[in-house]
C-alpha cells in the first residue's frame, strides 16, 4: 500500500478532495502554520535591516527606507514595474559600462548614469550619489549595480552612514550579511567605508 493511500485511510478529509488538491491543502495548512511561530534564532533578519521585495523583473530588490530602494540590473519591465507599483521616480545606474537608455525610454523614469568602477571607489562617486538621493522631489529612487551587490552595497551603507547616522560597523554588517551577494574579491568596499570620514563626506555632500 503506498504512503498517501495509508495516509487518507487516517484522514477522512482526504476522501473530499482529489489528490491534488488534497496535496495543495495540506502545503497551505502548513505554511498558514508557521507564519504564526516567530523565527527567534540567530539567523533573524534585524528589523532595521533593507527588506526584500519580490518584483517581476527586478532581482535582488530591497527596501532601504521610503526615499530609497536598491536592485541588481531591472530589465525594462522591471523598470515600468517600479514606476507603476512603488512609485520610483528616478534609477540611478552605477555601472561603468552599460546604460539604462533603452530600457527606460518611454516609461517617464529619471535616469541618472554615474559611471562607478567598484575596483576604485572615489569620494566623488559616493558624494554624487548622494547628492542625487537629497533631492527628494525626485524620489523615490533605486539605485543599482549589475548584481545589486558590490557597488550599490557600498552606496546604502554610506547612505546609511552618512543619512542615517549609522555607525561603520552596523552598515558593514548590513552590506556584507544581508543577502545581497556581496563578492569577497571587493574587500576594498569594506576598506573604503572603514577610512572614510562621515563627517567630511557630510559637508562635502550637501
Same mark, same amino acid.
Given at each position: 500500500?503506498?504512503?498517501?493511500?495509508?495516509?487518507?485511510?487516517? /484522514?477522512?478529509?482526504? *476522501?473530499?478532495?482529489? #489528490?491534488?488538491?488534497?496535496?495543495?491543502?495540506?502545503?497551505?495548512?502548513?505554511?498558514?502554520? %508557521? #507564519?504564526?511561530?516567530?523565527?527567534?534564532?540567530?539567523?533573524?533578519?534585524?528589523?532595521?535591516? #533593507? +527588506?526584500? &521585495?519580490?518584483?517581476?523583473?527586478?532581482? $535582488?530588490?530591497?527596501?532601504? /527606507?521610503?526615499?530609497?530602494?536598491?536592485?541588481?540590473?531591472?530589465?525594462?519591465?522591471?523598470?515600468? $514595474?517600479?514606476?507603476?507599483?512603488?512609485?520610483?521616480?528616478?534609477? &540611478?545606474?552605477?555601472?561603468?559600462?552599460?546604460?539604462?537608455? /533603452?530600457? =527606460?525610454?518611454?516609461?517617464?523614469?529619471?535616469?541618472?548614469?554615474?559611471?562607478?568602477?567598484?575596483?576604485?571607489?572615489?569620494?566623488?562617486? =559616493? =558624494?554624487? =550619489?548622494?547628492?542625487?538621493?537629497? $533631492?527628494?522631489?525626485?524620489?523615490?529612487?533605486?539605485?543599482?549595480?549589475?548584481?545589486?551587490?558590490?557597488?550599490?552595497?557600498?552606496?546604502?551603507? %554610506?547612505?546609511? &552612514? +552618512?543619512?542615517?547616522?549609522?555607525?561603520? /560597523?552596523?552598515?558593514?554588517?548590513?552590506?556584507?550579511?544581508?543577502? *545581497?551577494?556581496?563578492?569577497?574579491?571587493? #574587500?576594498?568596499? $569594506?576598506? *573604503?567605508?572603514?577610512?572614510?570620514?562621515?563627517?567630511? %563626506?557630510?559637508?562635502?555632500?550637501?
Amino acid at each position: 500500500m503506498r504512503l498517501s493511500q495509508l495516509a487518507r485511510r487516517f /484522514d477522512p478529509l482526504s *476522501y473530499l478532495f482529489g #489528490a491534488w488538491e488534497y496535496a495543495m491543502m495540506k502545503l497551505l495548512v502548513a505554511k498558514l502554520f %508557521m #507564519a504564526q511561530i516567530p523565527w527567534t534564532g540567530k539567523s533573524c533578519r534585524p528589523v532595521k535591516w #533593507a +527588506v526584500p &521585495i519580490e518584483l517581476p523583473g527586478v532581482g $535582488n530588490l530591497h527596501r532601504v /527606507d521610503e526615499n530609497l530602494y536598491r536592485s541588481e540590473q531591472p530589465t525594462r519591465k522591471g523598470m515600468i $514595474n517600479l514606476k507603476e507599483i512603488f512609485g520610483i521616480k528616478t534609477v &540611478i545606474n552605477l555601472r561603468a559600462f552599460h546604460s539604462d537608455a /533603452d530600457k =527606460v525610454r518611454g516609461t517617464g523614469l529619471l535616469s541618472e548614469e554615474l559611471s562607478i568602477k567598484t575596483w576604485h571607489i572615489e569620494d566623488e562617486d =559616493v =558624494v554624487r =550619489v548622494l547628492k542625487h538621493i537629497r $533631492n527628494k522631489e525626485n524620489g523615490p529612487f533605486l539605485i543599482h549595480c549589475q548584481y545589486g551587490a558590490d557597488r550599490t552595497g557600498l552606496m546604502s551603507a %554610506m547612505y546609511r &552612514i +552618512v543619512e542615517q547616522g549609522w555607525s561603520k /560597523d552596523e552598515a558593514i554588517e548590513e552590506m556584507v550579511g544581508g543577502g *545581497y551577494g556581496l563578492h569577497p574579491n571587493w #574587500a576594498n568596499t $569594506n576598506k *573604503y567605508i572603514r577610512n572614510v570620514e562621515p563627517k567630511e %563626506m557630510i559637508a562635502v555632500s550637501k
